[in-house]
């Protein structure tokens, strides 16, 4: 006999599992990464109306206009970084606190910050839950950087902007930090950018089209 409990649990693994597998033929093929995926339960960070869409690789609405974004995007942008476990990682743009629990597991210490108060208490409670002890939020403006934390092994920034905000830049280690955002271009279109820090030079590459909503620039009081 399958107890029902037990059957929820094994439709919701078979769903995570049917998401790996989609993301193994898109490319992502890091075991760390698809590991720590496999370790976030998605349905507890999106809207309870979406709730049977939890594992399809798609982004999601939230709260204050913004998305839960992609798994696809997520895992891809979170492999341009090439993370060690020893890395410290600042995050702009906490959202649901998806994208933050999957890097909590990837490196030693995730630094996120979130310009909505409402997701951010949200984001809060749901980590809680999953008892990641290596994350550290904040409620501010992500373009001004965490001047007491940095430096950084890497910068993920899960909104998109027309510049590279130099606060980020500057929280970069000055040898081989990486930062990691979508960046508009005047027509409005926009593309994953991978900026490595060498000392006081950057190598800038372009990646990915994509579609994020905007890094908002404004005092948090």
């Not at 979170?78 to 906490?94: F, M, W």
Request: aromatic share 6%; with cysteine.
């Amino acid at each position: 006999m399958l107890f029902p409990w037990k059957k929820n649990r094994i439709e919701k693994h078979r769903d995570n599992e049917a998401l790996i597998k989609e993301l193994k033929i898109q490319g992502i093929t890091e075991n760390n990464i698809l590991q720590a995926i496999k370790k976030v339960p998605r349905e507890i960070f999106v809207e309870q109306q979406f709730i049977q869409q939890a594992y399809e690789n798609i982004p999601l609405p939230i709260d204050c206009g913004q998305t839960i974004s992609q798994p696809f995007i997520v895992a891809y942008m979170i492999a341009c970084l090439n993370l060690k476990k020893t890395d410290r990682v600042l995050e702009i743009g906490t959202g649901t606190g998806y994208q933050t629990a999957i890097l909590s597991h990837l490196c030693q210490e995730v630094c996120t910050i979130e310009i909505h108060d409402n997701l951010l208490n949200k984001a809060k409670k749901k980590i809680e839950k999953l008892n990641l002890k290596n994350i550290i939020f904040k409620l501010g403006n992500g373009t001004e950087g965490w001047q007491n934390k940095a430096l950084f092994d890497a910068i993920i920034i899960s909104a998109a902007s027309e510049i590279i905000p130099v606060k980020l830049l500057e929280n970069l280690k000055h040898q081989g930090g990486c930062l990691i955002m979508p960046k508009k271009n005047p027509s409005g279109n926009q593309k994953l950018l991978l900026v490595k820090k060498n000392n006081e030079s950057y190598l800038e590459k372009e990646l990915l089209n994509v579609k994020f909503v905007p890094l908002l620039n404004k005092n948090i009081k």
